[in-house]
């Protein structure tokens, strides 16, 4: 409401006044207790009142004035107020510094979060492109090296770090370094034990949360990573690349011993102690140390008596799965290792190996004792049998014992007729 104060007004406001019937010479000075309470004080009004519309004389008037005039500073404080442009009351001002102050502390924040970013995640020139990515799948960032592309400008910096050989990330614990930081945090934690990374389903934890999931998967019993040539999946993307392996025939392992090469790592690791001569599994229960831990599972199996591979078709049951699957062959009749020089077909590819050596005329297993070699290993032992005298079949009606188990089977006959 607009308060500006007219000459007609205040005569009006003397009018009503009670002592408007006194000489302006002997009114008092100030009418603060004859005003209204929800008037507005005058000598406020009076320092906001307009220039067009009091005019000098008006001003000088003995029935406008209440008080002894004001000291020159006073005056010149009211036509600085008269000049100043309009400004908002006080809780308007209020209102706009806290919005300032909002304001002020939401761009701080943006700033930090975009400067963290740009040195650990992305550019911050880099944001549109990679809005414009998200929704349209393009990788319009490609590398001049190789020909691997990427959506956002940093992905395609960071790559660029594996080319030049560029490591910035430097361990303080140890004299590592990595091209990444979030590698080098990860690494960290093996320095302090650190597994923030815990399991809902049970009570472990891991350093790096790429661990947790795939722990997950066997709980859950999910198999993300599915072969796009048979109906095969797999927990982890490592067994799905290794599996692609038997499809494609490629053997990226080679052994530095010999010409041999594998699918698959573990398997190169077992072939490697074929020359070194190293049997790092022991057994609990007696001397016998092997190369391969499923080895060592299927002898436990000796000691325990366990057969927990049961045949479908029969009542017969396995130590080892492979014996099971050879089985197996029995009740189907089939026998799908083929022969390439002539039309025998096998159950077995051990079997199939040892037919091979008829045909090539192999003979690797050679006797310590004489000149002579045989094509498989059972020959070769066999045979030693001739220098050791060694007799390992007894009879169980007698007291005979023999070098062959077939011969040990020819005297039984005899007892049983």
């Known amino acids: 409401m607009d308060w500006t104060l ?24 100030s009418m603060k207790e004859e005003e209204p309470e929800d008037q507005p004080d005058l000598k406020i009004l009076h320092m906001v009142v307009c220039k067009e519309e009091v005019s000098p004389e ?19 404080e009211q036509e600085e107020l008269l000049q100043r ?41 880099d944001w549109g492109e990679t809005s414009r990515a998200v929704h349209t799948g393009e990788k319009s960032f490609q590398c001049k090296l190789c020909s691997k592309s990427f959506r956002r400008l940093f992905g395609l910096k960071r790559h660029q770090l594996i ?18 930081l979030s590698l080098l945090k990860a690494h960290q934690r093996l320095h302090t034990g650190e597994k923030p990374f815990r399991c809902k389903y049970c009570d ?34 490592d067994d799905l690349n290794t599996h692609q392996h038997v499809h494609t025939g490629e053997k990226p392992f080679h052994c530095k011993h010999c010409d041999k090469s594998f699918s698959e790592s573990f398997n190169l690791k077992a072939h490697k102690r074929i020359h070194t001569g190293e049997k790092p599994f022991h057994c609990k229960f007696c001397l016998k140390s092997f190369r391969q831990s499923g080895s060592l599972k ?54 199939l190996k040892l037919h091979q050596r008829i045909h090539s005329g192999e003979k690797p297993f050679h006797c310590e004792h004489c000149n002579k070699s045989f094509s498989d290993l059972g020959s070769l032992k066999r045979h030693r049998r001739v220098h050791t005298g060694e007799k390992p079949f007894h009879c169980k009606h007698c007291d005979k014992s023999f070098s062959e188990s077939a011969n040990l089977k020819r005297h039984e006959r005899i007892h049983t007729g």
């Not at 998967?217 to 599915?226: A, I, L, M, R, S």
């Open 6 to 29: 007219t000459v007609e007004s205040r005569q009006q406001v003397q009018m009503n006044s009670p002592d408007s019937t006194r000489p302006d010479s002997t009114r008092p000075v």
């Open 58 to 76: 008006q001003e000088r008037s003995p029935s406008l004035l209440y008080e002894e005039p004001e000291p020159p500073h006073i005056k010149e």
């Open 85 to 125: 442009p309009e400004e908002p009351d006080g809780s308007m001002l209020t209102l706009l510094s806290v919005k300032t102050e909002v304001d002020e502390d939401i761009s701080s924040h943006c700033s930090e979060v975009e400067l963290e970013l740009e040195s650990d995640t992305e550019d911050s020139d």
């Open 163 to 180: 080319h030049n050989g560029e490591t910035p990330s430097h361990c303080t614990q140890c004299d590592k370094s990595f091209n990444r």
């Open 204 to 237: 472990k934890s891991y350093s790096q949360s790429s661990y947790l999931k795939r722990h997950q998967h066997v709980h859950t019993g999910e198999k993300p990573f599915q072969c796009k040539r048979c109906d095969k999946s797999f927990t982890l993307s």
């Open 298 to 351: 299927a002898h436990h199996r000796i000691h325990t008596g366990e057969k927990t591979f049961y045949c479908e078709h029969c009542d017969k049951s396995f130590r080892e799965s492979s014996q099971l699957k050879t089985h197996q062959l029995v009740h189907t009749g089939e026998k799908p290792f083929n022969c390439e020089h002539c039309n025998k077909s096998f159950s077995r590819a051990h079997h």
